[in-house]
């Protein structure tokens, strides 16, 4: 004897023939205090945790730092030698943490490893760990001739001094390149509503590489009390015009994202969002700023106050860059719990096409 299967409250009575009959209809969810699908969510949680954050925002300040090192060494000639091997220094130590973060997140090192074995363009993951392979090799290697050049290593400066720099360098701006954009389309390729309903999730990932990598080697600059106006030429606008960038992109996925982009905005994510958008604001017009407020004659005379504010400066930036990924990480946590956002985002449409003959040509 069967036993009977009990009626889904408030949806049972939906027949197959009303269900033919509007095949785009998604059933509204029930009064949270009834139990049936319709309010469970249909979407996995995302298992990353504080690891990928870290990971997102260390490979975009690494590959901000190798390009603006690169463009450096191109454009800038003898004036700018030093702004070169100070970026690919940064560039490497900000990159050694990132296969660390990323074998902790996968659980086995062994998974890295079998993710070399194939080369799947078509994985964002499979492409990435590639990318990441490549840009750790050019990146090590133009440290290494930086450092050579410095005389810091020893014997071995003289012949590692000599290496092809402007070749190695170009070689490796392609596997930058595509660390800058990487975890915007990892994020884009998932099926969570907030990541994968616009286009620019990848813009606001390469802007704010630009943005990071200037930061950080203005942070440096200025905790080794070196500063040049031509170096402050390359780096204020790439800056400034990076920051600008990020906020528009980032403007511009939330209002692409529609109704699945309120997470991103709302409760505990939005006060995180204002915070970025605040300490971005800040490093600008606050202590970062404040030798152009200075009289000349005033600002030779107070040159520690000057350089407490670039670092100041240079931190707020870094830390708006953090909070900004590591809120667009963890919203997808909440975007899963937004059950009718998910609804409406698997819908059928002409850029998606589905059941239904919806965008078929």
């Known amino acids: ?31 949270p205090t009834e139990l049936n699908y319709y309010n469970i969510p249909f979407l996995k949680h995302p298992t990353w945790k504080w690891e990928i954050a870290w990971y997102f925002f260390l490979e975009g300040v690494a590959s901000g730092c190798y390009l603006l090192g690169t463009l450096a060494g191109r454009l800038g000639g003898s004036r700018m030698r030093h702004l070169r091997n100070v970026a690919h220094e940064m560039a490497f130590l900000a990159f050694l943490p990132c296969p660390i973060l990323l074998i902790k997140d996968l659980g086995r090192p062994e998974r890295f490893y079998h993710m070399l074995r194939v080369f799947k363009p078509g994985s964002p993951m499979n492409l990435g760990s590639w990318v990441l392979s490549g840009f750790g090799g050019f990146a090590g290697i133009t440290f290494l001739q930086a450092a050579g050049e410095d005389g810091k290593l020893g014997p071995l400066s003289r012949p590692l001094s000599r290496l092809p720099v402007a070749a190695l360098e170009l070689a490796g701006v392609p596997f930058a390149l595509g660390m800058t954009g990487y975890a915007g389309a990892l994020l884009a390729g998932t099926s969570v509503p907030i990541w994968n309903q616009s286009p620019w999730l990848s813009a606001v990932f390469v802007s704010g590489a630009f943005g990071s990598g200037a930061s950080e080697l203005k942070l440096e600059l200025a905790l080794r009390n070196q500063h040049n106006s031509a170096w402050s030429g390359l780096l204020d606008p790439v800056e400034r015009g990076s920051k600008l960038l990020e906020l528009l992109f980032l403007g511009l996925h939330l209002k692409r994202s529609g109704r699945a982009g309120r997470p991103l905005w709302r409760r505990r994510r939005g006060l995180m969002l204002l915070g970025a958008l605040a300490a971005t604001v800040a490093s600008e017009l606050g202590p970062g700023r404040l030798q152009r407020l200075l009289p000349a004659k005033q600002s030779r005379q107070a040159p520690e106050r000057i350089r ?5 400066g240079a931190l707020l930036a870094l830390g708006a860059a953090w909070l900004l990924r590591w809120t667009l990480v963890h919203a997808g946590g909440d975007a899963i719990e937004d059950i009718a956002a998910s609804h409406a985002a698997s819908r059928p449409s002409h850029a998606a096409p589905g059941w239904g003959g919806v965008g078929a040509q």
């Open 308 to 312: 407490a504010g670039r670092i100041a």
């Open 1 to 31: 004897m069967m036993a009977s299967q009990p009626a889904v409250s408030g949806q049972a009575s939906l027949g197959v023939s009303e269900l033919t009959a509007h095949p785009l209809r998604v059933p509204t969810a029930a009064p």
